[in-house]
């Protein structure tokens, strides 16, 4: 993974020739760059810069991080057709904002629109813990409820994975709502479809993960 600061702020010829070291790594197979760039400032998405990210011996994967379908403008919208034109698979990462995304039909908006544009919608993180952005941050259950929201509203194919990274560097975790709780009885379950309506399903193959 190359990130943090974004890899696309460095010339074409320097991304290739770190692309390079990496190639001659053996068990170095699949590549992944996190980048704002295709959003914050499209216009370096070049077509040297496409090619470049096109190996012949590693999958190279381009995680687009975008918060809000406003960022998606025409610019931004070519940006991504060029690296997918080139044969880079692009995926999104989405941090969940107060005040900036906090509703399911922004991120309805802002999935549609990533899938239209042939990127498929990876992670909603909750957010962090960081010093300076409690104005953002929102709990974990208005998360899972914003989560669940969407079920309903966009299809699989937009649905990204709502993940929370486990203070201390444990590990990013899937925290969505769970929709199957295992019937007091023993005897079955109980679903939650998308509308909230509860559902019975006799099966017995073991104890709930969500209970």
Known sequence: I???????????????????????????????????VPVADPGRVSPDLAATLRRADTAVWMSVHTNHPRELTQHAAAAIARLVDAGVPVVSQTVLLRGVNDDPAVLEALFRRLVRLRVKPYYLHHPDA??????????????????????GRVSGLCQPTYVLDIPGGHGKVPVGPCHARRDPEGAGWTIADPAGGLHSYPDDAGPSECD
């Open 2 to 36: 190359l990130s943090g600061g974004d890899p696309l702020l460095i010339s074409p010829r320097r991304l290739d020739r770190v692309l390079g070291r990496l190639d001659a790594i053996g068990h170095v197979g699949v590549v992944r760059l996190h980048s704002r």
């Open 130 to 151: 960081a010093p300076g952005t409690a104005h953002f941050r929102l709990s974990l259950a208005e998360g899972q409820a914003i989560a669940g929201a969407l079920r």
